[in-house]
Every structure is written in structure tokens, then in C-alpha cells.
Antibody, heavy 125, light 111 residues
Framework: QVQLVESGGGLVKPGGSLRLSCAAS????????MTWIRQAPGKGLECVSY????????HYADSVKGRFTISRDNAKNSLYLQMNSLRVEDTAVYYC??????????????????WGRGTTVTVSS | QSALTQPASVSGSPGQSITISCTGT?????????VSWYQQHPGKAPKLMIY???KRPSGVSNRLSGSKSGNMASLTISGLQAEDEADYYC???????????FGGGTKLTVL
């Protein structure tokens, strides 16, 4: 069945680095945009980054631009998030999700139909 | 502060109907920005409940419906059940800036 499984979370000191992975199965990975969504403790959802299936479109939230790098390996059906210069405010559960995104005749279609269970990142000294 | 505004909480008794609003600028909740809604139970991943303003994915109860008018999208849940108690988030994509934005979330309590 369609499934996303995140891994790589953990405890890291401020200024440190971490690499998250998301393993996809049950669908043609290269056909889809993929995204990382995070949720700080007790807070709402935030889109961190998304990446088109072809690799031609990448977007970052302003809060992570220059520190985080999203990548994907379509041969391995995997999505990654390299997080550098981590800050306390990056502490969150990080979810990987499949995205349906398109713009057709000025209409912007965007939704996330499959989510992983999340991996927890804690940035603390 | 979120780009999309939702009430922090709503409540209703079993069997009643409730509506959660989601308002934003025309850049995010306009005619051409299609809104999606997600349900999240405590400790769980979000789940898609409504997409393209009013469409339901397969398997989602028809007690849920979505609509949009002007710069406000709405999620209505009729015939409230205990299992509906959760947080609900609206989401939109601003094509011009490529930003994806969420509402701050609404906690639904079934009394």
C-alpha cells in the first residue's frame, strides 16, 4: 500500500546538523511533488520545503532558507532533508507528505494526500 | 501569526453541526487558490479531509463538507460524533509566491 516512513530524527545541539530521510512505497515516486511539514510542540503545521518530482522546482520556507536542503533520489524512492545550523526553534515533529500540486488556467491546486508518521527533532543544549 | 486565520476552538454536542472558518487575503484564499483541510488527532499525523475547496477523498465521511466564498473557506461537520474531536487545519498555496500556508488550527471539542 501507499506508505511514507520518516527516519533520522534525534537530539542535537544548537548549531548542529541532522539529515532526515523519508522512504516511499506503493506509488510511482518520481511522479509526485514531495514535501516536509513540521510541527513544533503544541503548535500548528508549517511547510518547510517541497520538491517537484522532476527536480526542477524547489521551495523553502523563509525560516529555513540557507540552512536546510531538500533532495530526493527517485531511484531509491527517497526524500531527504539536510538540516544545518540548527536552532532551538527548529525543534518539531517533521512529517514527509506526498503533494498534488499544479496550476491550471490560473487555478492553484495543492494538497497533501499521504503522510508519514513523523520523526522528532529536538534541538537543545 | 498565520497567513490563514482560523478560530482557536469550536465545540458542539453529538449530532449537532459545526463550521470552522478559514480566512485570508486574496493571495491565499481567493477564487484561484483552492483550499484543503486536514484533521489531526493527538499524537497522530494529519489526514486529508477536504481538497480543492469541497472535494472529499475516498473514505472520508460525507458528514464533512467544504465550501468557499470570497476570501473565506469553511469546513462543516454535521452529525457530530466523538471521533470528530481533533484539530483541524486549512491550507492553501499562493501560486505567485510559491508559498504554502496553513491556518493556525482549530480544536474541535465534542461535548
Amino acid at each position: 500500500q501507499v506508505q511514507l516512513v520518516e527516519s533520522g530524527g534525534g537530539l542535537v545541539k544548537p548549531g548542529g546538523s541532522l539529515r532526515l530521510s523519508c522512504a516511499a512505497s506503493g506509488f510511482t515516486f518520481s511522479d509526485y511533488y514531495m514535501t516536509w511539514i513540521r510541527q513544533a510542540p503544541g503548535k500548528g503545521l508549517e511547510c518547510v520545503s517541497y520538491f517537484s518530482g522532476s527536480g526542477s522546482i524547489i521551495h523553502y520556507a523563509d525560516s529555513v532558507k540557507g540552512r536546510f536542503t531538500i533532495s530526493r533520489d527517485n531511484a531509491k524512492n527517497s526524500l531527504y532533508l539536510q538540516m544545518n545550523s540548527l536552532r532551538v526553534e527548529d525543534t518539531a515533529v517533521y512529517y514527509c507528505a506526498r503533494v498534488l500540486l499544479s496550476t491550471v488556467q490560473r487555478y492553484h491546486y495543492y494538497h497533501m494526500d499521504v503522510w508519514g508518521r513523523g520523526t522528532t527533532v529536538t534541538v537543545s543544549s | 501569526q498565520s497567513a490563514l486565520t482560523q478560530p482557536a476552538s469550536v465545540s458542539g454536542s453529538p449530532g449537532q453541526s459545526i463550521t470552522i472558518s478559514c480566512t485570508g487575503t486574496s493571495s491565499y484564499v481567493g477564487t484561484y487558490n483552492l483550499v484543503s483541510w486536514y484533521q489531526q488527532h493527538p499524537g497522530k499525523a494529519p489526514k486529508l479531509m477536504i481538497y480543492e475547496d469541497s472535494k472529499r477523498p475516498s473514505g472520508v465521511s460525507n458528514r464533512l463538507s467544504g465550501s468557499k466564498s470570497g476570501n473565506m473557506a469553511s469546513l462543516t461537520i454535521s452529525g457530530l460524533q466523538a471521533e470528530d474531536e481533533a484539530d483541524y487545519y486549512c491550507c492553501s498555496y499562493a501560486g505567485s509566491s510559491s508559498h504554502v500556508v496553513f491556518g493556525g488550527g482549530t480544536k474541535l471539542t465534542v461535548l
